[in-house]
């Protein structure tokens, strides 16, 4: 299946997701976040989820199925390049309002541009593995290995670029995860 690797992404950026929403809950209640869990939340926004995850559409999965005859100016492809700009420009928010909130101790702003951003990705991400990815696995099918090995490729290349690992945005979730569960 050549969308495995970014339904793969899929369940990791949701699980990030999934500690958002509980760091919301709790910056509601009046809870401090401190920045160990903050600023990692920041890598994982802008690094794994833009840089390698839209890497990989955009250079691996949108490419491919341009050359099925899907347009890129238009229709799927087009909307899903412009959610990326969006959920990056989200991400921005977030580390704005992060810096904001650390140096002032007020959570409002930061309490919406994590809202904004959970809200914005979850919708995307329901759009892709419910509408692109299955248009993409059905025009794919007799090239899903070449598009996998292409997305594994770009994956480890955005990677390398950071100076990270898959590992370890699998290991900043959990960690997230479980430091939120704490508070």
């Not at 509980?22 to 209640?29: A, C, G, M, Q």
């Not at 909307?79 to 140096?103: D, G, S």
Request: proline fraction near 3%; charge should be negative.
């Amino acid at each position: 299946m050549s969308t495995a690797s970014l339904r793969n992404d899929h369940t990791l950026i949701e699980k990030v997701l999934n500690a958002l929403e509980t760091t919301v809950s709790l910056l509601v209640e009046g809870k401090c976040i401190p920045e160990q869990i903050l600023l990692p939340t920041i890598d994982f926004t802008q690094n794994f989820t833009h840089v390698c995850h839209h890497g990989k559409e955009e250079e691996g999965l949108f490419p491919a199925l341009g050359q099925t005859g899907m347009p890129k100016n238009m229709g799927p492809i087009h909307r899903m390049l412009l959610e990326h700009k969006m959920t990056e420009q989200l991400a921005e928010q977030i580390e704005v309002n992060t810096k904001l909130y650390l140096e002032s101790g007020n959570s409002s702003k930061l309490i919406l541009a994590l809202q904004n951003y959970v809200v914005h990705v979850r919708e995307h991400l329901w759009k892709e593995n419910n509408r692109l990815f299955m248009m993409a696995d059905s025009r794919l099918n007799n090239v899903s290995k070449e598009v996998d090995d292409r997305l594994q490729k770009i994956e480890h290349a955005k990677l390398e670029e950071l100076g990270k690992s898959r590992s370890e945005y699998e290991t900043l979730a959990d960690e997230l995860e479980k430091s939120v569960s704490k508070i």
